[in-house]
């Protein structure tokens, strides 16, 4: 699928949830400012929200809700997530229910890291989070060569094929490492996330 189609997509399924509403757009690669501006355009063409990003690297998780307190009906975007340590995502998980708004959309930009780490650390928060929104990788901007070149590197390092893998993530048995999860949506099976 384009990228183009991908993200338009995205929007439109993610737009389309009730105010209040947690939503994860889940890339291939640690997000980028690109990659930011791109979901901002799209919302803004096909929403016209008022849009506020966030950049939460610097933000601790009980300062998070005051952010966006101040944001009322305001579509937020979150990113930065790639970076939390543990310890972060056990305060996101202690300080959840704050975040918590009647208006407005809270969409969160995570990559493999982010995938892996909200699962193992952030349970409860993951749990509030629908839909998952998988943008493949070219909307990562990854060339068709850069794809597999990348591929081929997690086929080496874990002595596996891609089939191996699709059928792991198929039953409980994979564990959602940032390298599976980023295997995954290079075989464009972000489904499988």
């Not at 009730?18 to 890339?27: L, Q």
């Not at 009980?62 to 305001?74: N, T, V």
């Not at 579509?75 to 930065?80: A, R, S, T």
């Not at 060339?143 to 081929?152: D, G, S, W």
């Amino acid at each position: 699928m384009r990228s183009e189609t991908q993200l338009f997509e995205a929007m439109r399924r993610g737009g389309n949830r009730a105010p209040g509403s947690w939503i994860a757009v889940v890339c291939a690669t640690k997000p980028d400012e690109f990659l930011i501006n791109e979901i901002r355009s799209e919302a803004e063409a096909q929403f016209s929200p008022k849009f506020r990003v966030i950049d939460i690297r610097a933000i601790e998780p009980f300062h998070i809700a005051q952010e966006m307190s101040r944001l009322d009906d305001a579509w937020v975007l979150l990113y930065g997530f790639d970076h939390w340590t543990p310890q972060r995502w056990h305060a996101a998980e202690l300080n959840r229910n704050s975040w918590l708004r009647e208006d407005g959309s809270t969409w969160f930009l995570l990559g493999p890291a982010a995938v892996s780490n909200i699962g193992l650390h952030a349970p409860n928060v993951k749990s509030l989070i629908g839909p998952y929104l998988v943008l493949g990788a070219d909307q990562s901007h990854m060339t068709p060569a850069e794809c597999e070149a990348r591929l081929a590197q997690l086929r080496e390092h874990y002595g596996k094929t891609d089939t191996q893998i699709m059928a792991d993530a198929e039953s409980p048995t994979l564990e959602m490492t940032p390298h599976m999860v980023e295997w995954l949506i290079l075989l464009d099976r972000g489904d499988l996330v």
